[in-house]
């Protein structure tokens, strides 16, 4: 069974950092995607930044570029995704997905329906 517990949430001034955790278990595929997802009161889930566990190719929606970083380490199976330059539209319920199977592109993507597990999600909030 695949669990996904995030952590690392918080309350940030504008300008600030944050990294977020994500503990994965249950997840066998070494070539499979993950990804970061986070939702605004009022607006619907949105993609932030995508890792093919198998090779670490990146993606990341074009609000986030330059400033969010996603990674995986797969000793401890951890996804991270470590915020700086933080803005008042960052601030949302951050989820970590993961994707049932195996994935050999290179790219992943940033849409909800390409995972099939999701965590409970951490909250972010960035104050101007």
């Known amino acids: 069974q695949v669990q996904l517990v995030e952590s690392g949430g918080g309350s940030v001034q504008a300008g600030g950092s944050l990294r977020l955790s994500c503990a994965v278990s249950g997840v066998t595929s070494r070539s499979t995607c993950m990804g970061w997802f986070r939702q605004a009161p009022g607006k619907e889930r949105e993609g932030v930044a995508a890792i093919n566990i198998g090779g670490d190719s990146t993606v990341y929606t074009d609000s986030v570029k330059g400033r969010f970083t996603v990674s995986h380490v797969n000793d401890n199976h951890t996804l991270y995704l470590q915020m700086g330059s933080l803005k008042p539209e960052d601030t949302g319920l951050y989820y970590c997905?993961?994707?049932?199977?195996?994935?050999?592109?290179?790219?992943?993507?940033?849409?909800?329906?390409?995972?099939?597990?999701w965590g409970q999600g951490t909250q972010v909030t960035v104050s101007s």
């Open positions: 997905a993961a994707r049932a199977g195996d994935w050999w592109f290179p790219r992943c993507h940033t849409t909800r329906g390409h995972y099939d597990y």
